[in-house]
């Protein structure tokens, strides 16, 4: 009998005489056979392209060892510069860790990715055109990371620490606790960092102005400074009952910054053939604070799909920064006239409260339709003291007060349709946006009053010829609602003679976008683009008064017109080797009017190129290697010098891939400078500036108890927090 040993009974006896044999039991043995192991194993496309997004599926040669930073330089059309700033095709970009946005400043979120380890990814969505589903101000980009769902109980996680030295040191460290039952998950995610850095910047304004008779100025500014960023993150997840998850969520954000800044600065004019010299000395000390605090519920309908979520979002944002400043004044004579001491008192605060509700419908197996609402209010302050010490009477004088308020609330309904119909699968949505606005100025009473109703389309086309080729069309418009901290009319102070501020006067730019993308084999995709965009925010330096200070602020120019070829080729090549490689080429045309004076520039040719490679020495030990270069760039009224830089590092896993051990330098050569020309009807600058770029990185990583899953957090007032991100200066 199959299965079973044979079996032979070889004691039985037959005679003639035999009618019946009793042959006792037959019990048949089973067999035991040994077979071979097979191994069945299933990988997913490293890139898979959606009408609406590119996913990449991370997989071992790509995440073993890496940081999500790391991963980020990876991903086709991703960038990620020296000083850390991350972008998509050229573009701003917003990060959502599963579905929801980190509210962490640039500086804070950095550190956060640099210790997620990649292993813990499931893959990464890249979403250059946000459909109707979010935020009509997220038309730069998203970068969604979907971390892998840990379904055991018990306790898990990681520690991270980081030293670096370039012309200073840097040091980070974290540590991730996530402890899960059958009826709740508690995360606590505290991480701190420091970095130390300089910055060396020399601007040249030449004037053309007759009023100041052709005068020139030159600055160099010297500048040190020291980022302390403390980061603990509290979640909690209740599971109220197999389909339903309440989650409450609170991250903290201290960040302490201090500046040391020398100026010096000579002023030359043709009435005055000797030139008059002033020292600066700045001395920064800013404290940061954000709290950020949610409510995120989920109920899933049933298993077919049908689901809502409902969340309720708080962010507070406290910035005190207190500038103590020396300008010394010389004349034809080596000693200095006219010293002045000054402080500055600065504090900005933001209240945002937002609520959002979505609802997820299926149709049918392939069709279904989404919709939902958000409503957020957002209470901006900000206040200037200007402080000034006699020298001769040593009093104390506060010759300047301003006080900036402004509030703002948004209303927002969406609603959007998905389908697939053998080859082709499109999704097509519609957002309405309503705006309104206040702002004014306390001590002189002007005020200001925006209302606006505003409609977003979003249409996703992509169709799949065969298993190899592939054409993806998309077409949304997308707002870009000024930062609070551009619409403050507040001065800021680069150095003695060169200031920034805002515009309360700014409107919404908005974007009307169209791509069309071919992908061969999901490795090389070429991509054509057009954009253009009504009242795009461009920076103009003129005169602030007759001294030769100047002021650079935004305005709204007439349009800005966008055309790029993208060509993008990801690969694993082998087991050892992975290759990455974007090219862009692209040019910017721009209108706008300046004092009555209309700017016609039809702009310049620029090309990008960035390449990684990865190659995997052994299984354990990798090589990594990142160049990029930037051409001559022209974008609207100012022109950057071309430069290349290149990176490389090695890692190291240990104990089974648990732990990581990392090193790499980055801008080996020193090569990274920023040198651009910033032309204005009267004012033509120069500026040049020098980042502590060559630093060398060692990191450790170890995972325990298995994957780390992230609690949700709440997205409402994620459009909001993004627009309160402060700019450094100079």
Known sequence: MMGYETLTKTELGITENTSTINTGSLQLIPTATMLNAVTIKATKPFIERRADKVIINMNDEVSTGSSTLEVMDKLPGVQVTPDERISLNGQSVQIFINGKATPLSSEALSGLLKGMSAKGIEKIELIAHPSAKYDASGGGGIINIIKKRN????????VIAGIGQGNFGKHNAGLTLNYKTNNINILFNPNYS???????????SNFLNNSVGNSQTSSNISSIRSNRIYTPNLGLDFYLSEKTTLSASAIKEVQLFNKNATSFTEHFSIEQPTSNKEDFLDLVKTRTENFSSGLHLIHKIDTSGREYTVDFDYFNYLNNSDENYTIKKYGS??????????????????????????????????AHIEAGWKSSYVISKNNNDLLTLDETTADISNTQNDYFKYSENI????????????????????????????????????????????????????????????????????????????????????????????NPKLSPSVSYNFSLTHSFKNALSSMIEYRRTLK?????????NED????????????SEYIGLHVAFNKQINKWWYAGTFSNMYKISFKSSVDGIDINNSGRLNFTFDTYNNFNITRD????????????????NITNDPYGYLVAGVRQSLFGKKATLAFNVTDIFNTYKIRYNQNSPFIRQVWQNKYETRIGRLSFTYNFGGAIKRTKTGTGANEEKTRTNLSEGY
């Open 411 to 502: 209303n927002a309904l969406y609603t959007t349709y998905g389908n697939s119909i053998k080859k082709l699968s499109y999704n097509i949505g519609l957002r309405a946006e309503s705006t309104w606005g206040k702002g004014k100025q306390i001590y002189t009473g002007e005020q200001f009053t925006k209302e606006y109703i505003q409609l977003f389309p979003s249409v996703f086309f992509d169709y799949k010829f065969n298993k190899q080729h592939s054409l993806n069309l998309t077409m949304n418009k997308s707002v870009n609602r000024p930062t609070y901290e551009n619409l403050n009319p507040l001065i800021r102070i680069i150095n003695s003679n060169n200031y920034t501020q805002g």
């Open 536 to 544: 795009d925010f461009t920076s103009f330096s003129s005169l602030y």
């Open 151 to 158: 379904h055991s109980e018990g306790l898990s996680g990681n």
């Open 548 to 559: 030769g200070i100047t002021t650079t602020a935004p305005i709204n120019n007439n349009y």
């Open 333 to 366: 004579s080596a000693d200095p006239v006219e010293p002045s001491h000054s402080l500055l008192e600065q504090q900005r605060k933001f209240d945002v409260y937002a609520a959002k509700a979505d609802y997820s419908h299926p149709l049918t197996k392939t």
């Open 621 to 636: 030990f990798s090589l990594q290697i990142l160049f990029r270069y930037r051409g001559k760039i022209q974008e609207r």
């Open 194 to 204: 420091f970095n130390k850095y300089s910055i060396d910047s020399k601007i040249e």
